[in-house]
């Protein structure tokens, strides 16, 4: 995974990315809380959650939820303090790696506040109804977003590559 040192203010801020284990649920819960953002139907999709760490504890997490060739990521979040530090930038290139190794073609995304974060990553805005069905049928599309929220679309593999 991967190890950065990412600069915050004066203080470097070393985080590491690592897949999810066990012993981070409470930590990442806790981050969703703090941020406002839906946890439920977080826990089937653990095996796909990426966190970063930094001296043990988790300060970012964000999550992949595989439907055949198409995925939704599901919960980007970054601890208060480590946001505008590249914690989340690193957890969303990590994600994306992730999902070219699981043959993800598609990745779709749901965001109120985060519109302005993921173009630089590929991903471009589209129409609730151009979503794959697999992922419109997904927990977070059924209602733990509001319908407020803008859906976004990314193409993997041979498709678009982040530009950060």
Do not use: K
């Not at 988790?58 to 599901?74: F, H, P, Q, T």
């Not at 151009?130 to 927990?139: I, L």
């Amino acid at each position: 995974m991967r190890h950065g040192s990412l600069r915050q203010g004066q203080q470097a801020v070393t985080a590491t990315v690592r897949p999810w284990r066990p012993g981070d649920f409470a930590g990442v819960v806790r981050l969703l809380e703090e941020a406002g953002l839906p946890t439920a139907g977080v826990e089937p999709s653990l095996p796909n959650y990426l966190v970063a760490e930094e001296d043990g504890n988790v300060v970012g997490a964000i999550g992949l939820e595989v439907y055949g060739d198409s995925a939704l990521l599901r919960s980007a979040v970054v601890e208060g303090r480590r946001r505008g530090s590249g914690v989340g930038g690193t957890l969303v290139a990590s994600l994306l790696e992730l999902a070219d190794a699981r043959g993800v073609r598609e990745i779709y995304l749901l965001t109120t506040t985060a519109e302005h974060f993921f173009p630089r990553f590929g991903f471009a805005r589209v129409d609730r109804d151009d979503v794959a069905p697999a992922v419109q049928a997904s927990e977070e599309f059924r209602g733990a977003c509001p319908d407020s929220a803008i859906a976004m679309r990314r193409a993997t593999g041979a498709g678009e590559r982040p530009t950060h």
